[in-house]
């Protein structure tokens, strides 16, 4: 399992009248598990194969486990019927709600997360498939952006600590006033009438046939067109690309020239929420969560620092 991903539990470990209920709405036993890393959530996550010959992928989370995680499941059962069919994704094929579970199933990908690493042809059909989706301004439904994003001020309430002198570091302290100004005003200029997933990392992208479906559409939503783009371009130097890290940085660069100056906006600002949000306290549920969030602000820095306006 890559480092900053949850220690998934395992199906075998699901209630036996969990599995039954998702076999009589499959209708079709599960002869077969092959469990896959990637995300947070603490629940089973796998492809499933059935009596009757399909492949299936399944993800559940009880909410006793993690009530985050639960809600953000029964969401995207609801965003799932909304994703417009020439968006590459996994297809729903059922949902299970079983006393606290909720269980979603859909298509199985023929392959599997595409990293970490990236590799430039995952990245490119990762960019074709987020450029399919916001192309779309006809879906109804999701909510704006502003309502799924995390909140982005992490530099000014990084700057507002009392206690900001220790926690940052000489060159977070040096470059604090423009991580702070470029952050600003995110909640306006990334709003928009385009469809975006807002969750686009390399775990939330399959390989399938010759391409790649985007999944976990919980956090879907309606904004800015670059914005997974923007997304796209943080994660392939955050998760590191197979050619190295001077592709990696190249490869974001190059991704984010092409896009408004409120994308590069938008990636400083991301980094400083993960910065800001380390900092807070653990969450039970999801307990590699602040590490990660750590690491994926350090990771970024080499990117930020060609980003700073000084
Ligand atoms: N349709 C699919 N086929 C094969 N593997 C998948 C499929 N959907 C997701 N996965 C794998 O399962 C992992 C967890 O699924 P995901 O939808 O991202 O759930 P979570 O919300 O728990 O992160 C992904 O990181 C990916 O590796
Ligand atoms: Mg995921």
Redesign the pocket.
């Known amino acids: 399992m890559p480092a900053g991903f949850t220690a998934r539990s395992v199906w075998a470990d699901a209630p036996r009248s969990l599995v039954r209920a998702v076999e009589r709405v499959l209708d079709a036993p599960i002869v077969g598990v092959e469990a896959?890393?990637?995300?947070?959530?603490p629940?089973p996550?796998a492809?499933l194969a059935l009596g009757d010959g399909r492949q299936v992928?399944a993800?559940a989370v009880a909410a006793q486990q993690s009530a985050k995680?639960h809600g953000?499941?029964t969401r995207?059962i609801e965003v799932l019927a909304r994703v417009p069919d020439d968006v590459p994704h996994?297809p729903l094929v059922a949902h299970v709600v079983h006393g606290d579970w909720v269980v979603i199933v859909?298509?199985?990908?023929s392959g599997?997360?595409v990293g970490p690493p990236w590799r430039s042809q995952h990245l490119a059909a990762a960019t074709g498939a987020v450029a399919v989706l916001s192309a779309h301004t006809d879906v109804h439904g999701l909510p704006p952006a502003v309502d799924r994003l995390p909140a982005l001020d992490g530099w000014e309430l990084l700057a507002e600590r009392p206690d900001a002198g220790e926690v940052l570091d000489p060159w977070e302290r040096e470059r604090l006033g423009p991580l702070v100004a470029m952050s600003r005003g995110w909640r306006t200029w990334t709003a928009g009438p385009h469809a975006v997933h807002l969750d686009v990392r390399c775990?939330?992208v399959?390989e399938h046939d010759e391409g790649v479906?985007l999944?976990?559409w919980?956090h879907a939503a309606i904004g800015a067109p670059w914005l997974d783009t923007a997304c796209l371009a943080a994660d392939v130097v955050a998760c590191g690309h197979v050619g190295g890290d001077a592709v990696a940085l190249r490869a974001a660069k190059g991704i984010l020239s092409g896009l408004p100056y409120e994308a590069t906006r938008f990636v400083v600002a991301m980094i400083g929420m993960f910065r800001h949000n380390s900092l807070r306290d653990p969450v039970p549920s999801a307990p590699t969560m602040r590490a990660w969030q750590a690491r994926r602000a350090r990771a970024l820095r080499p990117l930020v620092e060609t980003l700073v306006t000084r």
């Open positions: 896959v890393h990637g995300g947070m959530p629940g996550a492809v992928f993800k995680a953000l499941y995207e996994a859909t298509e199985a990908a599997r997360a775990d939330n399959v479906w999944v976990d919980a």
